[in-house]
């Protein structure tokens, strides 16, 4: 099966920056992986999309993050990114990372959610 594993979360002041990391492991070589994505909840919040990249490299943003925030991937290695710049204590929240895979031998299609990472910025 794919598990997705985070790495990058921390606390940081106003202002600084984080780079998240994401991935894919298991019997990943066994499916093919589309979008990536990266998702984040806040207390109290429902969990909102930040950054979504697919396989050829087009991206989305989220217009509270565009322009300080940039997500990419390294397809050979399965891995997606978030480079996180000039945080703001809004951006505090557990960031998960998704990936929507299908299955290459039945073409069963499903999302696979990372266990999240905290990232808290201070004021």
């Known amino acids: 099966q794919v598990q997705l594993v985070e790495s990058g979360g921390g606390l940081v002041q106003a202002g600084g920056s984080l780079r998240l990391s994401c991935v894919a492991s298991?019997?990943?070589?066994?499916?093919?992986?589309?979008?990536m994505g990266w998702y984040r909840q806040a207390p109290g919040k429902q969990r909102d999309l930040v950054a979504n990249i697919n396989r050829s490299g087009s991206t989305h943003y989220a217009d509270s993050v565009k322009g300080r925030f940039t997500i990419s991937r390294d397809n050979a290695k399965n891995t997606v990114y978030l480079d996180m710049n000039n945080l703001k204590p809004d951006d505090t929240a557990v960031y998960y990372c998704n990936v929507a895979v299908r299955r290459k031998l039945t073409e069963a299609q499903f999302n696979v959610w990372g266990q999240g990472t905290q990232v808290t910025v201070s004021s």
């Open positions: 298991g019997t990943v070589r066994t499916f093919m992986i589309n979008d």
